[in-house]
């Protein structure tokens, strides 16, 4: 194997937890998480909020200790050789790293002396990243006057300018206007393309994930359920999604009864995979518009009143829906 087709990143069986108080159990927010991540390629943690996506990132990023597991970034051992991983490696975090005070470039050279960049060196470092991020109109400007997404960009642009090998960004759009994650999109998608700079990014954004990784993985609880490319992921699953919306019952237990008897009905329609969360049942089938007729049919007999049918190709959210078990917007 050539030195880059090494993983960028391998992380086998991490386990973290947290203690959660005197009467509960620890808190396992990694749960014998593994992954790995090839050289110059972006790979997404997708998962809804409080599923260990930053935990994981902690831990890759040396903020935190696993209590058990390894993982080696950038070729260096998290837990044996810390420093070194450090200087490999850039993180974004979910909160701004900038001084809201300091100006955009001043925040930059700040950065870079940290960093062990000469004077000089920091300035011009601080130059190249205002011009590519297309920050130099601001760079003389206070932070704190920076709209939402200028200031994400100059946290990434933070994180670049001692030239990391791997890039950690920890939901890097979350907040941002469609504009803003657009413009912050291309340029993620750049630093692995031009750069062939590695990107391990976290998200509970589905378009996200699909959109800017070459791979991805769900995290549900501290685990990976699933990982593969955007595409695999979508064509394992065969057909259509048929979502079927009942009338709401009178109570909880009435529509726990009423979704049972549906989730049958639509069985004996020819739906496979059903599952029913409150007053919604999804289901599969070869061709959703094909069976929307004996779906209804089905309904119909059993004596149930329905409310809607739709039909969806097969999406991320479906992919969620399979091995998580329920879908992206109940976890969240
Ligand atoms: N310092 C801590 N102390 C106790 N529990 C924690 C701590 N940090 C995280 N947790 C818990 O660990 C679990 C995983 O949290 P984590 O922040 O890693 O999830 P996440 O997927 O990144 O979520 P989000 O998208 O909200 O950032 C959650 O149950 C969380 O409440």
Same mark, same amino acid.
């Given at each position: 194997?050539?030195?880059?087709?090494y993983p960028?990143?391998d992380?086998a =069986?991490l386990v973290k937890?947290y203690?959660a108080?005197k009467?509960?159990? $620890?808190? #396992?927010a990694l749960?014998?998480?593994?992954v790995?991540?090839a050289p110059g390629?972006v790979f997404?943690?997708?998962? $809804?909020?409080?599923a260990g *996506?930053s935990t994981?990132?902690?831990v890759l990023?040396t903020? @935190? /200790?696993? =209590?058990?597991? /390894?993982?080696?970034? +950038?070729?260096?051992?998290?837990?044996?050789?810390p420093?070194?991983? /450090?200087? @490999?490696i850039?993180l974004?975090?979910? *909160? @701004?790293s900038?001084?809201?005070?300091?100006?955009?470039?001043?925040?930059?050279?700040?950065?870079?002396?940290?960093q062990?960049?000469? /004077?000089?060196?920091?300035?011009?470092?601080?130059? &190249?990243?205002?011009? #590519?991020f297309?920050?130099?109109g601001?760079?003389?400007? $206070?932070?704190r006057t920076?709209?939402?997404g200028?200031a994400? *960009?100059?946290d990434?642009a933070?994180g670049?300018?001692?030239?990391?090998?791997v890039l950690?960004?920890? %939901?890097?759009?979350?907040?941002?206007?469609?504009?803003a #994650? +657009?413009?912050?999109?291309?340029?993620?998608a750049r630093?692995?393309g031009?750069?062939?700079?590695t990107v391990?990014?976290?998200?509970h954004?589905l =378009?996200?994930a =699909?959109?800017?990784?070459?791979?991805?993985?769900?995290?549900?609880?501290g685990?990976?359920?699933?990982?593969?490319?955007? %595409? %695999?992921l *979508?064509? &394992?699953l065969?057909?259509d999604?048929?979502?079927?919306?009942?009338?709401?019952?009178?109570?909880a237990s009435?529509?726990?009864?009423?979704?049972?008897?549906?989730? &049958?009905?639509?069985l004996?329609?020819?739906?496979?995979?059903v599952l029913? &969360?409150?007053a919604?049942?999804?289901?599969?089938?070869?061709?959703g518009a #094909?069976?929307?007729p004996?779906v209804?049919?089905?309904l119909d007999?059993?004596?149930l009143?329905?409310?809607?049918?739709t039909v969806?190709r097969p @999406?991320?959210?479906?992919?969620y829906?399979?091995?998580?078990?329920?879908?992206?917007?109940?976890?969240?």
């Amino acid at each position: 194997m050539s030195e880059s087709s090494y993983p960028a990143l391998d992380a086998a =069986d991490l386990v973290k937890t947290y203690p959660a108080g005197k009467e509960a159990p $620890p808190i #396992r927010a990694l749960d014998g998480l593994s992954v790995s991540v090839a050289p110059g390629s972006v790979f997404a943690l997708l998962g $809804p909020n409080g599923a260990g *996506k930053s935990t994981a990132v902690k831990v890759l990023t040396t903020l @935190s /200790r696993a =209590d058990s597991g /390894r993982a080696v970034v +950038a070729g260096h051992d998290v837990a044996t050789a810390p420093d070194r991983v /450090r200087r @490999s490696i850039g993180l974004v975090s979910q *909160k @701004s790293s900038s001084d809201p005070l300091a100006t955009g470039r001043e925040n930059l050279v700040l950065a870079g002396r940290i960093q062990g960049l000469t /004077r000089s060196a920091a300035a011009a470092r601080a130059a &190249e990243l205002l011009d #590519r991020f297309d920050l130099t109109g601001a760079a003389g400007r $206070p932070a704190r006057t920076y709209s939402g997404g200028m200031a994400r *960009k100059l946290d990434v642009a933070i994180g670049l300018v001692h030239r990391p090998r791997v890039l950690f960004l920890d %939901e890097p759009t979350t907040g941002l206007d469609p504009q803003a #994650r +657009a413009q912050l999109w291309a340029e993620i998608a750049r630093l692995a393309g031009d750069e062939q700079m590695t990107v391990l990014l976290t998200t509970h954004y589905l =378009d996200e994930a =699909d959109h800017l990784a070459h791979r991805l993985a769900i995290v549900d609880a501290g685990r990976i359920v699933v990982q593969g490319t955007p %595409e %695999e992921l *979508k064509s &394992e699953l065969r057909g259509d999604t048929v979502h079927v919306g009942l009338a709401a019952a009178a109570d909880a237990s009435d529509m726990a009864v009423t979704a049972a008897t549906a989730a &049958e009905a639509l069985l004996r329609a020819g739906l496979r995979e059903v599952l029913a &969360e409150g007053a919604t049942l999804h289901g599969r089938a070869d061709s959703g518009a #094909r069976a929307v007729p004996s779906v209804l049919a089905a309904l119909d007999a059993a004596g149930l009143a329905v409310d809607s049918v739709t039909v969806s190709r097969p @999406s991320l959210d479906d992919v969620y829906l399979r091995y998580a078990g329920r879908t992206f917007e109940a976890a969240a």
